[in-house]
T-cell receptor, first 117, second 114 residues
Framework: GENVEQHPSTLSVQEGDSAVIKCTYS??????FPWYKQELGKGPQLIID?????GEKKDQRIAVTLNKTAKHFSLHITETQPEDSAVYFC????????????????FGQGTILTVHP | DGGITQSPKYLFRKEGQNVTLSCEQN?????MYWYRQDPGQGLRLIYY???????QKGDIAEGYSVSREKKESFPLTVTSAQKNPTAFYLC?????????????FGAGTRLSVL
C-alpha cells in the first residue's frame, strides 16, 4: 500500500519568513495530493491540493510543488503570520480511480508549525 | 466544519463497554470515512463507505464496527475488543464521481477510557 513520509516533524519560524514542508510517497499510481491544516481541537481543513498532471499550484501565500519522478511534493508558505501556526498534514491518494482504494487518503505524520511574532 | 457534525465532542468509555460515535453530513456526499488520530501521528483510516449499505475496512479496523443505513449518517462503534481506544476520532465525507477528491472533515470526537 501507499506510504507517505513527512518532514520536518516540527518547524519554527519568525513572522515574515518562509516555511517549507516536504513529503515523499511510495505508490507511483497516486495522482492526488492534498494539504490539510489542523488547529488545536479541530478537524483538518483543506488548504491546497495538486493533481499529478501539474507541477505547481499557488494560492496567495501558499504554493505546492510536485515532482512525480522523484515522488515527492512540498508545501511552501511565504510571509508567514502567527495565525499560520498549526499542524499541517500532507496526503496522497489515487483520487477517483475506483476499486477498493476509492478516495482513500494516506496521510503523513504531520508538521507542527510555529510562527513567532 | 462544512456540514459534517460529529457528536459528542468528548466521550468516556468504561472497561468492557461499547460506545458509538455519531457522524452526520448534509452535503449530499456519497463517500464517508472514519479516521483515528493519535498524538504525533498522522490520520489512520478505520473504515470507509462509498455508498449506502456498503462499507470497507481501512488500515486499522480491528475493534471497530460501522453501519451505513442512510446516506447522511455513518456511525462508528468502538467495541470492547479495541484495547487502546483513547484517541481523537475524525469523520470525513467526499462527493462521489470524478469531479473532485476533496475530503471534508468534522470537528472530531475525543474518546478517553475511564
Amino acid at each position: 500500500g501507499e506510504n507517505v513520509e513527512q518532514h520536518p516533524s516540527t518547524l519554527s519560524v519568525q513572522e515574515g519568513d518562509s516555511a517549507v514542508i516536504k513529503c515523499t510517497y511510495s505508490d507511483s499510481a497516486s495522482n492526488y495530493f492534498p494539504w490539510y491544516k489542523q488547529e488545536l481541537g479541530k478537524g483538518p481543513q483543506l488548504i491546497i491540493d495538486i493533481r499529478s498532471n501539474v507541477g505547481e499550484k499557488k494560492d496567495q501565500r501558499i504554493a505546492v510543488t510536485l515532482n512525480k519522478t522523484a515522488k515527492h511534493f512540498s508545501l511552501h508558505i511565504t510571509e508567514t503570520q502567527p495565525e499560520d501556526s498549526a499542524v499541517y498534514f500532507c496526503a496522497a491518494s489515487r483520487g477517483n480511480a475506483g476499486g477498493t482504494s476509492y478516495g482513500k487518503l494516506t496521510f503523513g505524520q504531520g508538521t507542527i508549525l510555529t510562527v513567532h511574532p | 466544519d462544512g456540514g459534517i457534525t460529529q457528536s459528542p465532542k468528548y466521550l468516556f468509555r468504561k472497561e468492557g463497554q461499547n460506545v458509538t460515535l455519531s457522524c452526520e453530513q448534509n452535503l449530499n456526499h456519497d463517500a464517508m470515512y472514519w479516521y483515528r488520530q493519535d498524538p504525533g501521528q498522522g490520520l489512520r483510516l478505520i473504515y470507509y463507505s462509498q455508498i449506502v449499505n456498503d462499507f470497507q475496512k481501512g488500515d486499522i479496523a480491528e475493534g471497530y464496527s460501522v453501519s451505513r443505513e442512510k446516506k447522511e449518517s455513518f456511525p462508528l462503534t468502538v467495541t470492547s475488543a479495541q484495547k487502546n481506544p483513547t484517541a481523537f476520532y475524525l469523520c470525513a465525507s467526499k462527493a462521489g464521481g470524478r469531479a473532485t477528491s476533496i475530503q471534508y472533515f468534522g470537528a472530531g470526537t475525543r474518546l478517553s477510557v475511564l
